[in-house]
């Protein structure tokens, strides 16, 4: 059996390992909300999330961009080649994000499966040119650069749109909700199922069959008269709810859940699967440069491996606890971050800040706000959150991935919606000051393993196409027992943890 064709069969297997290690990481986008706040039984959330990413993938019309936006040329390599890149690729990326979903962080499979394919390319280029400047030249840095400085641009977008949103939030309705939204909600509730709406047809439907270029142009040129109508619609619907007595905000939470885990599933397919589908077409001779069409059947099946995946995997709820312990309300935060010496005076200096900034402002407004952030005692069980917090983590997210993506800006979904979750817990007084030096260590321990993330992809990528190159079969053979022994070991890891930490979702 030749080398190629081993790697083929491989890739297929591998495509499965990485649609479950994915998935398992990526869930804590549209699950952390709902989970957080307790809007329903946790097997209905998972059941939702499951319908939305069947339908995301089953609608999707199975288009991959196996380049992804040019990070690398692939008109530089062989087929057999790219044979080699695709698999070290997909071996990395199973590895990498079982890493991180073992130890509970969060991180962006876009960035991972991008500094992979630079890592691949570039050290392949290099072990057959022997030069390190001729081998830059099949790599697009530009792309690169875009794609880090979209990323840490979305991260301080995220985070302020999501404090900005929820100060707003809790200062109309306060803690004390309820009444308040029975009045006048209809309009905020009317905005949210708009923002979510939008973003399903925008970003969800980016790879539906239905989309077709005419009506994807109409959307584009008749955006104010979409958002205009969709406000007025569900404004209507929203009154015609609450006067029913009708919880609107669990049907919210539960509506951004789902067209989150729909959007997800259509788009981020390709980064689970997208290099094994480029490894088959390289074996079969196809074009590289562009897009491939990938069957239904298997795009479907796809979807159904990564429902049944977030139901039975224990990593997800560990990645899960991270997001919703950072931005809860209780003091469990402390149990699971610890504070030290740079975190304590950071928070200190920007506790002085704000005190700085309250100076300015007059008595009788603080005394106000102070009123308007008055909330009781958790009680036990209480859930991490409210659902004023959790349809704002939703709304906040799906409107700036879809102006982001309607202005086709790179982005990742993951660090848009943490970092969302982080200013809204900001915003709600989650950060007290004695628990607000855990908080901080954990958010940079969070932030900064996403720089890690792009390190790590573009290295472990690199030496696995220098084993697969230089040993072929039996390199293809190692790594294929090396990913089993650490899947194994991670999973003994995870096993002792979680243990020592009991779940909060």
């Not at 509730?189 to 270029?213: D, E, R, Y």
């Not at 919210?252 to 989150?260: A, C, F, K």
């Not at 560990?318 to 003091?331: F, G, Q, R, Y």
């Amino acid at each position: 059996m030749s080398f190629e064709l081993l790697a083929v069969i491989s890739l297929v297997f591998l495509a499965i390992g990485d649609l479950i290690v994915g998935v398992v990481n990526d869930a804590v986008n549209f699950l952390n909300s709902a989970l957080g706040a307790k809007v329903t039984s946790r097997k209905v959330i998972m059941i939702v999330a499951s319908i939305g990413i069947i339908i995301g993938t089953t609608f999707s019309d199975g288009i991959i961009e196996v380049t992804r936006k040019g990070i690398f040329y692939p008109e530089h390599f062989s087929l057999n080649e790219a044979i080699l890149i695709f698999t070290a690729v997909s071996i990395a990326d199973i590895i990498l994000l079982d890493l991180y979903s073992t130890f509970g962080l969060p991180t962006s499979t876009t960035v991972s499966v991008v500094f992979e394919l630079l890592g691949a390319a570039f050290v392949l280029a290099w072990l057959k040119m022997g030069n390190s400047e001729k081998a830059w030249e099949v790599i697009n840095s530009a792309s690169a650069i875009k794609i880090i400085m979209g990323i840490l641009l979305s991260i301080a977008v995220a985070f302020s749109v999501g404090l900005i949103a929820q100060f707003i939030s809790r200062m109309l309705f306060t803690f004390n909700y309820k009444p308040r939204l029975q009045r006048w909600g209809f309009l905020w509730c009317g905005i949210a199922l708009t923002a979510m709406v939008f973003f399903i047809i925008l970003k969800g439907g980016n790879h539906a069959t239905f989309m077709t270029p005419e009506i994807k142009t109409w959307i584009s040129n008749s955006t104010s008269i979409i958002l205009g109508g969709c406000f007025v619609f569900f404004t209507i619907l929203s009154y015609v709810l609450i006067k029913c007595r009708v919880n609107i905000l669990k049907i919210i939470v539960l509506i951004g859940t789902g067209s989150l885990a729909m959007a997800f599933a259509g788009n981020d397919l390709a980064n689970f699967i997208g290099v094994s589908v480029g490894g088959v077409h390289a074996f079969l001779g196809s074009d590289l440069s562009g897009t491939l069409r990938t069957p239904t059947s298997v795009v479907a099946l796809a979807g159904i491996i990564m429902a049944i995946a977030i139901f039975v995997s224990k990593k997800s709820q560990t990645v899960n606890d991270t997001e919703i312990n950072l931005s809860s309300h209780n003091k469990e935060v402390m149990q699971h971050w610890k504070s030290n010496v740079f975190v304590a005076k950071l928070s200190e200096t920007l506790f002085v800040v704000y005190k700085a900034f309250l100076f300015f402002i007059p008595g009788f407004i603080k005394k106000w706000v102070a009123l308007r952030w008055h909330r009781q005692k958790d009680e036990e069980g209480a859930p991490a959150f409210d659902l004023i917090r959790a349809s704002v983590n939703l709304m906040v997210a799906a409107a700036v991935i879809s102006y982001a993506t309607s202005q086709k800006l790179p982005l990742s979904t993951t660090y848009v919606t943490f970092m969302v979750a982080m200013g809204t817990s900001l915003a709600d007084r989650a950060w007290g000051r004695d628990c607000a030096p855990c908080r901080i260590n954990g958010i940079i321990t969070v932030i900064g393993s996403w720089f890690v993330t792009a390190i790590l992809a573009f290295l472990m990528a690199g030496i696995t196409v220098t084993v697969l190159y230089s040993f072929r079969t039996y390199g293809l053979i190692f790594l294929l027992l090396m990913i089993i022994l650490i899947v194994y070991k991670l999973n003994h890891v995870h096993d002792k943890r979680s243990h020592k930490q009991p779940s909060v979702g």
